[in-house]
């Protein structure tokens, strides 16, 4: 019976060595923003809706290979408040293309990260939103 919980216990450490070697790996690699997005997709954030202002061009703060290997991810930091004028930093991945850096974003934030975007006018950003932003 001892045998089989040391055998266990070293299965168990075995497995966390690998995890985090991979994890060290990937984060190595560039790929330390796709794996904040899917932490915040998977983990039990609320879901919040915020604006930003679209970062402009060349400001990203990382890139990476796409999976396919035949395009760059851009990794862009932006500020972003939601309709009571809160403000936090949103982490956005623009694939395959970087930001054109104009007009308004409307973001569902889960954690630090920026779940879906979209354009929208500055007629649909919540005045207290672009007050927080110092774009009123």
């Excluded at 991979?22 to 919040?48: F, H, I, K, T």
């Excluded at 850096?101 to 934030?109: H, M, S």
């Excluded at 990260?113 to 005045?127: F, I, L, N, Q, T």
Aim: net charge negative; with cysteine.
């Amino acid at each position: 019976m001892p045998r089989r919980r040391v055998g266990r216990a070293a299965a168990i450490v075995l497995l966390a060595v690998c995890a985090t070697l991979s994890g060290c790996a990937l984060l190595g690699a560039g790929w330390g923003p796709a794996l904040r997005s899917l932490a915040d997709r998977v983990l039990p954030y609320p879901e919040v809706t915020m604006w930003a202002c679209a970062p402009a061009p060349g400001t990203h703060a990382e890139s990476y290979a796409d999976a396919t290997g035949a395009g760059t991810n851009y990794v862009y930091v932006v500020e972003a408040a939601d309709a009571d004028g809160a403000t936090r930093e949103l982490q956005l991945i623009y694939f395959g293309r970087e930001s054109d850096g104009t007009g308004w974003l409307e973001v569902e934030a889960r954690g630090g990260s920026g779940v879906h975007y979209r354009a929208v006018d500055a007629a649909d950003v919540p005045e207290p939103a672009r007050t927080a932003l110092g774009r009123t």
